[in-house]
């Protein structure tokens, strides 16, 4: 995996997180570098990738080059690799997902804004249901910041069709748009203040481990760490050496 290119920007990053959503553990970096280039591959277009908001993003890279973009974001913990069977499939690392539900919320939210605009009455809410945990709430706390009673509507259908540990909150959120609760806006300016530390990343660096045989501690090097990822091994429980003398054992 290529790390030469320089460091993305903070809207570089969360693009390629979006772009990432639609197929996480569904596909992998070549698609995801179709869906930035804006590929009219028939794949693309039948998963309907193409309706991605950032697809064609960087329209103008060659696809090589999107592909070094994406294994930036790998090498600094936004993404990652996990195989299914043989196939590499692309997901979020905690860190992307941190970014990435609040981009989703906020495309919920703002959603929420075009309805009331166009006016817009008794959506079905029940496309909230079973979504991320995580995400839904943060979605709440956007309504409670916005302060806007137009909301409420939406809120109370969404109130009747999904669970009782959500309904709870939106009826709280109800109650601070109405001004019957205080709101306390400590979690949006915390949550802000993480996605900020979130975007800089985690640069890769030699790993100190511990050879489960011998005991000796080894180093495991970036390079062998971008090999072992690309080719979704785990970690090495031996050294090098205890490695070469099992190899040996089982040759002879």
Sequence with gaps: ??????????????????????????????????????SREKKVLQLELDSCPVYGYFKDD???????KIDW?????FLDIEYYGKLPMIIFTERGWHIESDQIAEELFNEWKEWINKGKQNPDM????????????LLLEKI?????QTFIPYLELWEK????????????????LNGEMP???????????????????????????KCWVCGERFTFTIDEQRYYKSK????PKRCKACRKEKDDVFFY
Excluded: H
């Design 1 to 38: 995996m290529n790390s030469s290119i320089n460091r993305l920007t903070d809207e570089e990053i969360k693009v390629i997180l979006r772009a990432a959503d639609p197929i996480i553990a569904k596909g992998g970096r070549t698609l995801l570098a179709k869906i930035l280039k804006g």
């Design 62 to 68: 060659k696809l090589d080059g999107i592909m070094q």
């Design 73 to 77: 974001m790998i090498n600094f913990d």
């Design 126 to 137: 029940s496309y909230l249901k079973d979504r991320n945990r995580e995400m839904v709430l």
């Design 144 to 148: 409670k910041a916005s302060e806007n």
């Design 161 to 176: 069709v999904d669970y009782k540990k959500v309904r709870d909150e939106i009826r709280r959120t109800i109650l601070v």
């Design 183 to 209: 709101f306390d806006d400590s979690i949006i300016k915390e949550r802000a203040k993480s996605i900020r530390e979130a975007l800089k990343g985690l640069e890769m660096q030699d790993l100190l481990l």
């Design 232 to 235: 979704g091994f785990k970690n």
